[in-house]
Structure formats: C-alpha cells, structure tokens
C-alpha cells in the first residue's frame, strides 16, 4: 500500500513539474505581449497560480471545521518558501541575481504582510474582522505592485480608465488570448497535480501516526510549495531572476493575507492552548526571512553558499519542532521513514 502511494507521489511530482514548466513560458509570453514587468506580473498573476493549492487546503479545512490545518499550512509555506525554496533552488540552479530596484520597499511590504497574521494572533484568534483586514492587505499590496509596475502603459493609452482596464484591454489582444487560455489550462493541471500530492501525503503522514500540525507545517506545506520550488527552478536557470523573487514575495503574500483571509472568513480560527505552540514557527519565519534579507541585500544575489545556510536553518528548525510537538522523537519519527515498507 505504501509503494502505491509513493509512486502516486511521483506522477503526480512529474505532471506538476512538466505544468509548471509550461507556466514559465506562457508568462513570458504575456509579459511580453502586454509590456507588463516580469516581477510585476509574475508577482499578481503566477504567485496567485501557485498559491492555489494552499487556498484550496484553507477552503477545506475550514469547511470542515478544523481551519487551524489552514495555518499549520500557510506558517509552514511560508517558511518554506523562503528557506526550502529559495534556498533549493540557489543549489541546485546557481546564484539567483537580482534584477532591478525591487529589494527594499518590497521585501519590506512583504516581510510586513507575512508577520501580520502572527500580530493578529497575539489574543489567540483570527476572526473574521481580522480576515477582512488580511483580505485589505492583500488587495492593497496588489494594487501597489501592479500599479507600480504597469505604469508604461499608460505612455501607450489614451483614456486615463486606470491601470486594471489598461491591463484587460491589452490581454484581448488575440496572441495574448491564446496565451493565457494556455495558462489558465496548465494551472488547472498544477492545481490538480499539488492538490493529489496534498491528499498522498496526508494519507503517508497519517498511517505513521503524525500529529496534524506537523502535517500542516511539513507535509502539507511542502506539497503545496512544490509549484514555487519547481516555478524558480526554471526560470533561474532560464535567466528569469526576477520572476523567481516576484513568485517569492507573491507568494508569502498572499499566503499570509488572501488564503488566512478567506479561511478565517469562513471559519475562524483559534489557537489550541494559546499563542506558544507557534513561537517556534513564528521565529523561524522571522529568523529564516532575515536571513534572506540579509544575503540578497549586501551582494544582491543568492549565492549557492546562501542556499545551503537556509536550508540548514530550516532542517534545524523542523528538528526542534518535532522534538517538542507532543513529545515526539525525532530519531523515533526518522525511524518509521526509513523502515522497510
């Protein structure tokens, strides 16, 4: 039973890849088409596409009553996204460059956006007046990333009708029409794809006794972020740098503030024994961000040396999260992964 699932995790591991790789190339199409900024679209548009699988979780999860898997699932990703992620794809694909003048009021927004749903936390709840904030972030952050980063388009439109209908008007163009219907298919099938690792995972992780929040800030949320991974992958190595920091930062963004939003809008969540079960979580976060802060601000890249610190970072923070999660064993836990199936 467990080989089956295994190899379910790698058909659904290769047709997320081979989505996310068409993604790639459909995005650098309409950004050239529309004369829209790579980091800027990839920011709104692919960010979104790629955070799907953990609005999809956060939608279940608070429909059947147990939301808070939703936020094991958005503080794992999150920390994932900035160590596992970006420091993977440091390694595995080189030095990631950065492109532009992005770094400081972005990675400032971003870094703000990711640390309000722990703010909102602090008296052990996210309701739906706090998910009505998180969902104003969000569209607020939105807005300022698009807006900044289409002003072009208004040198190339007469009518002053805002910069969302300058947006429409130019993918009505028929090229961009194909274009994008393309995307809008391969998201579908990276959406399918994550959501099947998802649910594999979910069954391994529960037939080995693991408790759901670490399902949540490991399983899940390393299945959920393999669309980011995979995305960042191919377009370093593509020579697409900015498009890997603009899913980066899109993607925590909307982490933190569209999927806790809608999750908590329709069940909200509250923090079994209060806030201390997620210090540890929320440290890692802070921690592991300041760190990329720190090593894409001094040389303006993401050395391969970079990558290696964040992703040991990470290991030795799921270490300490696992020793302290209901008094579980690491080597205990280690033990039934490696045991013969």
Do not use: C
């Not at 706090?130 to 190339?156: G, I, M, P, R, S």
């Not at 900015?242 to 969540?269: D, E, F, H, K, R």
């Not at 302290?324 to 205990?332: A, F, M, S």
């Amino acid at each position: 039973m467990l080989l089956g699932y295994l190899a379910l995790l790698v058909i659904f591991g290769y047709l997320l890849v081979k989505a996310t790789d068409h993604l790639v190339d459909e995005v650098r199409d309409i950004a050239q088409i529309t004369k829209i900024g790579k980091f800027g679209l990839t920011a709104f548009l692919l960010a979104f596409a790629t955070s799907l699988p953990e609005l999809v979780v956060g939608v279940a999860a608070a429909l059947e009553g147990r939301p808070i898997l939703s936020l094991g699932n958005v503080l794992g990703s999150n920390i994932v996204n900035v160590s596992l992620v970006m420091g993977g794809v440091a390694i595995v694909g080189g030095s990631i460059r950065v492109v532009g003048e992005f770094l400081k009021k972005d990675l400032f927004s971003t870094f703000l956006a990711g640390s309000m749903p722990l703010l909102l936390l602090i008296d052990g709840e996210l309701s739906r007046v706090d998910a009505l904030v998180l969902l104003a972030v969000y569209v607020w952050y939105t807005y300022t990333v698009l807006a900044e980063k289409t002003e072009e388009l208004a040198e190339y439109q007469e009518a002053e009708s805002g910069f969302i209908h300058q947006l429409f008007l130019r993918l009505r163009h028929g090229e961009a029409k194909r274009h994008f219907a393309w995307l809008l298919f391969w998201v579908l099938v990276l959406l399918f794809s994550a959501d099947m690792l998802v649910k594999t995972s979910v069954v391994l992780a529960g037939a080995m006794g693991i408790p759901i929040i670490l399902i949540g800030l490991f399983f899940v949320a390393i299945g959920t972020s393999l669309p980011e991974f995979v995305f960042g992958l191919k377009a370093n190595r593509s020579g697409e740098t900015a498009m890997v920091y603009g899913n980066l930062l899109g993607s925590v963004v909307a982490n933190s503030t569209l999927i806790l939003g809608i999750t908590a809008l329709i069940q909200p969540i509250r923090l079994d024994g209060g806030f201390q079960p997620y210090l540890l979580a929320t440290a890692a976060f802070v921690v592991l961000f300041g760190l990329f802060w720190v090593f894409v601000s001094t040389k303006r890249a993401l050395e391969r040396w970079e990558g290696v610190v964040l992703v040991l970072v990470y290991l030795l923070y799921a270490f300490f999260e696992f020793s302290r999660v209901n008094g579980y064993d690491v080597l205990e836990i280690f033990g039934r992964l490696t045991a013969p199936l």
